[in-house]
């Protein structure tokens, strides 16, 4: 069935650190593909997303591009800041039949200045 | 901006009692769901609502798993008699249609003695 692997934490970094975030995926057909943050007392945002194979989302300096032939979706930002501090979730959108979300198991960042 | 809220924020409970936890969706929203995050696992799906009747439902969401939505605007999880491992997180979250972005609320964190 689908499923999403997603890279182990917690991860942390100095500001202005590049970030990498590794996400694979299993998927029968072509899912949409999406990036949910959590900040601390909060919950689950939409950060970016992408519908196609390709595709780049992008959002608050956050990028990730859909990989069809290494089926992934690694998501990237050039300099971090200590507000980046969060979870992050990759998440593999719903299939023609069905309406779930499968999320990855979610990897924490911790940025300090 | 308009938001998924979600009810208590923290529930303790003795293990085969009955619980409710209460979600209010974006109001023009169609569709619900529930997701639960065991601590350090994954976020899973449990169960999507539309049109007043369940769309989709994963094995986790056995006989003791109830949904309703009781009135235009709540959306409710019910439980009937708990075990130790029902202690989780649980998200709401309602979408404009099945294959939307999800919007989430911050989660109701359920503890069972």
């Known amino acids: 069935g689908n499923s999403v692997t997603q890279m182990e934490g917690p991860v942390t970094l100095s500001e202005e650190a590049f970030l990498t975030i590794n996400c694979t995926y299993t998927a029968t057909g072509y899912p949409s593909l999406f990036w949910y943050v959590q900040y601390p007392g909060e919950g689950l945002q939409l950060l970016l997303k992408a519908t196609k194979a390709d595709d780049k989302g992008s959002n608050k300096g956050f990028e990730a591009t859909y990989r069809k032939e290494t089926t992934s979706f690694h998501l990237e930002k050039g300099s971090v800041q200590v507000s980046d501090s969060a979870v992050y979730f990759c998440a593999l959108g719903p299939n023609q039949a069905g309406t779930a979300l499968i999320f990855g198991k979610g990897t924490t960042l911790s940025v300090s200045s | 901006e308009p938001e998924v809220t979600q009810t208590p924020s923290h529930q303790v409970t003795q293990m085969g009692q009955e619980v409710i936890l209460r979600c209010v969706p974006i109001s023009n929203h169609l569709y619900f769901y529930w997701y639960r995050q065991i601590l350090g696992q994954k976020v899973e799906f449990l169960v999507s609502f539309y049109n007043n009747e369940i769309s989709e439902k994963s094995e986790i969401f056995d006989d003791q798993f109830s949904v309703e939505r009781p009135d235009g605007s709540n959306f409710t999880l019910k439980i009937r008699s708990t075990k130790l491992e029902d202690s989780a997180m649980y998200f709401c979250?309602?979408?404009?249609?099945?294959?939307?972005?999800?919007?989430f609320g911050p989660g109701t964190r359920l503890t069972v003695l």
């Open positions: 979250a309602s979408s404009m249609t099945s294959g939307d972005e999800q919007f």
